[in-house]
């Protein structure tokens, strides 16, 4: 496969930024998206369950609900109709895709970009003294690591996270009980946060593509001048 293209800023600004919640080697549950409609607009947020099994937790919780296949259908569309790139933090988005709906992964492929290789990029070329540490689960570039650059505050609450025994607990309570009412109050308080977390890693996401290409862009004016700020001089040397 080639290299994938890096985010450019005008993608990055119109881009759809998109985040799956679920279990390791598990279908996801919930399917986060962020995208601005128009120039000047506020981002939009839309979150759907893609699990029929937690539809009485989306009804309960003001959520959509669809099938992944559903949904990643709509979203590969909407971005080739208008001229999107679709954007999530890493390649775990394109390995859901190519797991649970595959008949759109290339399509899917082909207009995925990995905010996380810029981010990589942003910190080797602009700040490399900023120290990346590993989160909770080992990962040395986690989302987490790049928000002190984008001036991103993330909740407490939103730090670290269970999102995964979450989804187990909340799924078992749902096959017990029957509906979200009936579930214990501390397992729905869970469920918010899980959405809460998938809400953040959306704008967070979000936050740092745009900082970082701000910052990239202005190195390399930096650069360009400095570089004919030499050249005049190496000129002048010359005809001396």
Known sequence: MDPRPLLTADEARRAI????????????????TLWVSRQGQDPMLRRHVVDPAFAPAAIATGLGRSSLRGEIRSLVGRAERQHRVLVGWSEHEVRVVRAYAPEFADAFDDRYRDARALARRWRKKVHPDHEVIRDARGRKHSLTAYLSLAGYDLPPEYVGGRVGKTI??????????????????????????????????????????????????????????????????????EVA
């Not at 919640?21 to 919930?30: K, L, N, T, W, Y």
């Not at 996401?205 to 745009?210: D, H, N, S, V």
Request: with cysteine.
């Open 17 to 32: 930024y998109l985040d799956v919640e679920g279990r390791p080697h598990e279908a996801p549950v919930v399917l986060g």
């Open 168 to 237: 187990r607990a909340m799924r078992e309570a749902l096959e017990v009980e029957g509906s979200f009412d009936a579930v214990r109050p501390k397992l729905q308080a869970r469920w918010l946060e899980v959405l809460g977390h998938n809400e953040h890693d959306l704008r967070a996401t979000r936050a740092i593509c745009l900082a970082a290409l701000d910052e990239l862009a202005g190195q390399e004016l930096r650069n360009r001048r400095q570089r004919k700020k030499h050249g005049k001089r190496s000129e002048r040397r």
